[in-house]
Every structure is written in structure tokens, then in C-alpha cells.
């Protein structure tokens, strides 16, 4: 029977020269799963691709492959493959032994080869392009070689850092969907790394959010955006109000001078807390019908929606609104309980 996790990672600690990078990190990847490691320059998520590529031993704990224990496992013996940032394609060959070139190395009779490359260009959408050479190619249909002739030997796991990094917005939407699609098709398990939330939000299954060397929440898109875990993470996941609060008990929270019903409880009474709230979340009424009120400071019109910033009780409040408003009105804002997403302050560390 098929094992439903494909990598297990199992109290990981991995260190550059002393230094600790991933601390006691546990991750179960299953198969056929699109995750994501999403976080900030330097949070450890390049490195935990390559722990599970082969290229860095963790200091502690194991990685399981389908089950079996592979640390110290060179990576050529792993069934994984990886996609890097820049292509590293090979510039004399062209498209077409680009891709076969991994068949070439086991030793497979060429009409297979032929067969197995056609099919893998029809995939990423570059069939006709077998005989171009690497320098006639745009920086997309680079990218695309690239995956191809990663996935040419069925590797049961994609790594990908990065990939589409070097390519402009435009092509990088495209490429996104392509990703999907071709992951979606060959049904292997893709594991990503970004620091773009937008692309990971769109792409994956499972976002992992890392900070310092630790997962910090793991979770759908929707999970992610909707039920945060910290600010932090509120703040990094698209946009967010964050405001200073107090519990005062279950499913009572004060910020902004104002008490609010919530629908957050397990917290001690008059225990600090952070307070996210989304742009979106912010109804705007008339004024004297407002539990928070503030003067129109700036309107920004973003194709969809107006980006408003509203300061009122000590805050610059930023909502997105279909309407527009008056630079210099005076507005009420309104929240319901399930727009105040209440969170413990994280501890600081650096
Ligand atoms: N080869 C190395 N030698 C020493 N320190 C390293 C090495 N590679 C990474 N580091 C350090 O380890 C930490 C984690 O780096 P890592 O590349 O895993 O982060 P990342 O989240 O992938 O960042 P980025 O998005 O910038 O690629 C960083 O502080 C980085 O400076």
C-alpha cells in the first residue's frame, strides 16, 4: 500500500558553521500534496528544501522518505528532483537533450528516449522546440526546460526554490498556473519556496509560514488568510490593522478605547493581546452610527477596491472599501465579532 506521507521531517536542527538555522522542526508532507514554505529572507526555507533533497545533513533529528530513514542518503539516491531559481540548463545542448538528458545517463534505447521527451515537452507547452538552443529561449521557456528535464526521471517529489524568481510578474502569473496544472497532471508532490505570499497563496495546498528556523502555522490558503496564528503571520499574509488590546474575558476584547464582543475565548482575564483586523472587515457607516470613528486621511483607488486610511482613537485604520469617501469626512467604522480575530503576543526574539 502506498505510504500517505511521502516526507517526514522529524525534529530537525540544522546549523551553518555553529550557528543554528532550523530549530526542532516537524513536518509531515504527504503525497500528492502542493506545499509551500512561505517566509522571509533568511528564515531557513532554502535550507529546509535541501535537508530534504540531500544537500544539507540536519545536526538532529531524521527525514523519512515513503517511510524509510534517509538521512546521510546522497541525493542522487533520493527519489527527489529539484528546480532552482536559475536554471542551470546546459547551454550546448539543446532543448531536447536538455530534457532527455537523464535518460541518456540510464542508458534508455533512444526511441523511448524520443517517446518520454516528446511527452514531457507537450507537457510544460514547449513541443516544436526540441531543436532550439538554450540562448533562443525566453527567460519563461528556460524555466519551463528546466522543469522538464527535472521531472524526465519521475521523481516521486519536486523541490522547487524559487523558481520563477527571475521572471517578470506577467510571466510569473502564467508560470503559476502552469506549475498547478503540471503538478496536477503528473499527481507528484511539489514542495515550493517563496517569500512571495501571493504565490503561495494561489498555488498550494498547504502553506507552511516559516520565521527564525520555525514553522509558525501550517495551513490552507484560507486557513492562513482567515484564522492566522500570530500577527506576524497576519502581517505577512496579506494586509492587516494589528492593534495593541486587553481580554478582558471570554469573547470580550478591548482595543482602541472601545470594547468588542469577539469570538475568541481560553484567554486570562486582562491578558495583553494582539488584535487583527482585515481591511476588508471594516464597514463603514455614518458616523453617529459607529463604534470607532475617525477623519478621512487618504484614498487610494486600486481597481476593485478604494484603500482608505481612517485616523481615529490613536490609529491609522486602513480599509478597503467598493465606495469611495471624502478626504477630511468624517466616517463611523464598524466590526461584527467574527471580523476580530484576537491573538497571544508572540515573544520577540532578536
Ligand atoms: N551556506 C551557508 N553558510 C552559512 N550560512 C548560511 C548558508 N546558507 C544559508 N545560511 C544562513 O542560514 C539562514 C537560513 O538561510 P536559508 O537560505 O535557509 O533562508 P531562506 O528562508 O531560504 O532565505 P531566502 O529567501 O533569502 O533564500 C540565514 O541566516 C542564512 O544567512
Known sequence: MMNDIIVSLQNIAAEYDGERVIDNLNLDIRNEEFITFLGPSGCGKTTTLRIIGGFVNPVAGDVFFDGKRINGLPPYQRHVNTVFQRYALFPHLNVFENVAFGLRLKKMPADQ?????????????????????????????????????????????????????????????????????????????????????????????????MRNGKILQSGTPQDIYNEPANAFVADFIGESNIISGVMHKDYLVEFAGVLFQCEDAGFTPMEAVDVVVRPEDIDVVPIEQGKITGRVEDIIFKGVHYEITVSGHGFNWLIHSTDSQQVGEMIGMTLTPNDIHVMRKMEEKK
Request: charged fraction near 25%; avoid cysteine; aromatic fraction near 4%.
Open 113 to 209: 528516449i524520443h517517446k518520454k521527451v516528446q511527452n514531457m515537452l507537450e507537457l510544460v507547452n514547449l513541443s516544436g522546440f526540441e531543436n532550439r538552443n538554450i540562448n533562443q529561449l525566453s527567460g519563461g521557456q528556460q524555466q519551463r526546460v528546466a522543469i522538464a528535464r527535472a521531472l524526465i526521471n519521475e521523481p516521486k517529489v519536486l523541490l522547487l526554490d524559487e523558481p520563477l524568481g527571475a521572471l517578470d510578474l506577467k510571466l510569473r502569473k502564467d508560470m503559476q498556473i502552469e506549475l498547478k496544472r503540471i503538478q496536477q497532471a503528473l499527481k507528484i508532490t511539489f514542495v515550493y519556496v517563496t517569500h512571495d505570499q501571493e504565490e503561495a497563496l494561489t498555488m498550494s495546498d498547504r502553506v507552511i509560514v
